[in-house]
């Protein structure tokens, strides 16, 4: 089995967000960037299919060279080789194009993404990348065992779960749950050597439209000082609840 | 060249976000100068939708879509622009329109914004204001294609009335065994307890709950308000509570009217996943915790002894507001 995991380049978690050049850029100036956290779980996942399963494990992304710590921490923690198509991701519709190249020049059988990149949260490249490559897809996909060609995958649904049943060729859409987050890996000295000598292929992107385009950013605005009540007079609190923020 | 919009319906019942999208997409059509067709599956009461604005239900009757199912619904749904050269989509946030959505916008070549917060800025451009950076953010975001999708995100336009009347019509999409190649083997959903997605009232405990087994107030508190419960992310790394209820940044958003957070100090991906919601209450006993700083009521003091008597109070104020 040929794994794909497409990785996303984002501000780690704890990153404060602020924009530039007009509030026209997001400010990238002092911020880490990380994994992004759903394709981590999916890269999580996909290591465990190569070791019990013997499949072969490639990452892509889209992104320019700023990009490549992201993706030599995704060999270090075990993919066997990384592909960057050399572009900036205008918008959700652009990369699913990029990648859909990639996953036809390299005969996938199955693509794992994330739910959604936690910086513009489109959640929308896995269901696209499968729309555009005729593949089958799973969206919040919190757990997947592969059987030969058949897949059984869990969705997680507002208020629950659903089991699925389908068959490769398959696009998942991943996220906590596929695997735990004890699960997850820091990359050892041994895995960040082998690193350096896997194989980066950098390739050109592929002509495709821009569909949608940020504007303009801004921030929310800031907040007013908390109202405190004190423990001893929680009635105030219903009060405030009921008669100022009418909420109750 | 009506303005499209998918009502979602759960065993027949329209969700209440149907009505909120249905709200959001007669704002469109108003813009637009244009009327707005709703697309219904194995809804019951279709006409019911022209309180909200809409003056034409394309209604989808099948067996087969009994169960949801994200190809085979997007495919409808595409028919369905088509046959009313529809340019605007209006869809909700729920797990399952995020499913269809990219489905449905990757099949038709349109742009498609999700997490949108509020009417459009301008139809020409068309530009809409959508939460990014995990809430932490927005963006104004112009879609440039010919057709468009937005995602409206829950509680963020409200439910608005506009009466009109509604026509109802059959429609029939012609689907194909492609559109079935992932199958539904079984739904596992809570039933009897508020959804996160759909609540107006979340109450959430983090680690200073101790552990899982003083979860019973969060759960009665919960119960007094008709509100679902939730809990932090160590919470459910420890597996205290199920992955389900986790919200933060890489857990579920939260945007319910009232947050209340009980003995979670607010970390930074934990206060972006929530501050869509729009009143916000912290009980925690370190009068340091960042959550203070987000919130607009707080109570410093033991978790154990303020939640007991808040509940008592509510169930008084429930009593006498009954």
């Given at each position: 089995m040929k794994i794909l995991v497409c990785i996303s380049n984002v501000p780690d978690t704890t990153s404060k967000i602020n924009f530039t050049e007009g509030d026209t850029k997001f400010d990238t100036n002092g911020?880490?960037?990380?994994?992004?956290?759903?394709?981590?779980?999916?890269?999580?996942?996909?290591?465990?299919?190569k070791e019990k399963q013997g499949a072969t494990v490639h990452v892509a992304t889209v992104g320019g060279a700023q990009t490549e710590p992201t993706i030599r921490k995704a060999l270090a923690i075990?993919?066997?080789?990384?592909?960057?198509?050399?572009?900036?991701?205008?918008?959700?519709?652009?990369?699913?194009?990029?990648?859909?190249?990639?996953?036809?020049?390299?005969?996938?059988?199955?693509?794992?993404?994330?739910?959604?990149s936690i910086d513009y949260n489109g959640g929308m490249v896995p269901g696209m990348l499968a729309t555009l490559l005729d593949m089958n897809f799973v969206n919040t996909c919190i757990?997947?065992?592969?059987?030969?060609?058949?897949?059984?995958?869990?969705?997680?649904?507002?208020?629950?779960?659903?089991?699925?049943?389908?068959?490769?060729?398959?696009?998942?859409?991943?996220?906590?749950?596929?695997?735990?987050?004890?699960?997850?890996?820091?990359?050892?000295?041994?895995?960040?050597?082998?690193?350096?000598?896997?194989?980066?292929?950098?390739?050109?992107?592929?002509?495709?439209?821009?569909?949608?385009?940020?504007?303009?950013?801004?921030?929310?605005?800031?907040?007013?000082a908390v109202k405190l009540v004190s423990p001893d007079n929680v009635g105030e609190l219903v009060d405030l609840l009921h008669n100022e923020a009418k909420v109750i | 060249m009506s303005v499209l919009v998918y009502t979602e319906s759960l065993k027949g019942k329209f969700k209440k976000n149907a009505f909120e999208v249905a709200s959001y997409a007669y704002k469109v059509a108003q813009d637009l100068g244009t009327t707005v067709t709703a697309v219904t599956f194995n809804a019951q009461d279709d006409a019911s939708l022209g309180t909200y604005g809409v003056s034409k239900v394309l209604k989808v009757t099948n067996d087969k879509l009994d169960t949801f199912n994200a190809k085979a619904y997007a495919d409808a749904l595409a028919q369905a622009?088509?046959?009313?050269?529809?340019?605007?989509?209006?869809?909700?946030?729920?797990?399952?329109?995020?499913?269809?959505?990219?489905?449905?916008?990757?099949?038709m070549d349109a742009g498609y914004v999700p997490n949108v917060v509020a009417a459009p800025d301008s139809t020409s451009p068309f530009v809409v204001k959508r939460t990014a950076f995990s809430n932490k953010g927005f963006a104004h975001t112009e879609i440039t294609s010919e057709i468009k999708v937005i995602g409206v995100s829950n509680n963020a336009y409200g439910v608005v009335e506009n009466s009109v009347s509604a026509a109802v019509e059959d429609f029939n999409p012609s689907l194909t065994d492609g559109d079935f190649a992932v199958k539904s083997v079984e739904v596992d959903r809570v039933t009897g307890k508020v959804?996160?997605?759909?609540?107006?009232?979340?109450?959430?405990?983090?680690?200073?709950?101790?552990?899982?087994?003083?979860?019973?107030?969060?759960?009665?508190?919960?119960?007094?308000?008709?509100?679902?419960?939730?809990?932090?992310?160590?919470?459910?790394?420890?597996?205290?509570?199920?992955?389900?209820?986790?919200?933060?940044?890489?857990?579920?958003?939260?945007?319910?009217?009232?947050?209340?957070?009980?003995?979670?100090?607010?970390?930074?991906?934990?206060?972006?996943?929530?501050?869509a919601s729009k009143v916000k209450v912290v009980i925690n006993n370190d009068p340091e915790a960042p959550f203070f700083k987000a919130a607009d009521y707080g109570i410093v003091g033991d978790a154990f002894e303020v939640v007991p008597k808040l509940i008592e109070k509510l169930k008084e104020f429930k009593a006498q507001n009954a």
């Open positions: 911020v880490q960037f990380v994994i992004n956290p759903n394709d981590e779980f999916g890269l999580t996942r996909a290591m465990w299919f075990g993919a066997d080789e990384a592909i960057r198509v050399n572009a900036e991701p205008k918008d959700g519709f652009f990369v699913a194009k990029q990648l859909a190249e990639v996953v036809k020049n390299g005969g996938y059988d199955l693509v794992i993404a994330g739910r959604e757990g997947l065992e592969i059987d030969g060609t058949q897949a059984t995958a869990l969705r997680e649904i507002d208020g629950g779960k659903e089991k699925l049943s389908t068959s490769l060729p398959l696009v998942i859409g991943g996220q906590k749950g596929l695997v735990e987050e004890s699960d997850l890996r820091i990359p050892n000295m041994r895995g960040i050597m082998m690193a350096r000598q896997k194989a980066l292929n950098v390739v050109e992107p592929v002509d495709a439209p821009q569909l949608t385009k940020d504007e303009k950013f801004d921030k929310p605005a800031p907040k007013g | 622009a088509k046959a009313e050269g529809a340019k605007v989509i209006v869809l909700s946030s729920s797990a399952d329109t995020k499913f269809l959505a990219p489905i449905l916008a990757a099949k959804t996160i997605a759909d609540a107006d009232i979340v109450v959430s405990g983090g680690r200073g709950l101790k552990g899982p087994e003083n979860w019973g107030m969060i759960e009665e508190l919960a119960q007094v308000l008709g509100a679902a419960t939730a809990c932090s992310k160590p919470v459910s790394d420890l597996g205290w509570r199920p992955h389900g209820e986790h919200v933060g940044q890489t857990g579920k958003p939260v945007a319910s009217n009232l947050y209340i957070a009980v003995g979670i100090s607010g970390a930074i991906q934990h206060l972006a996943g929530v501050s």
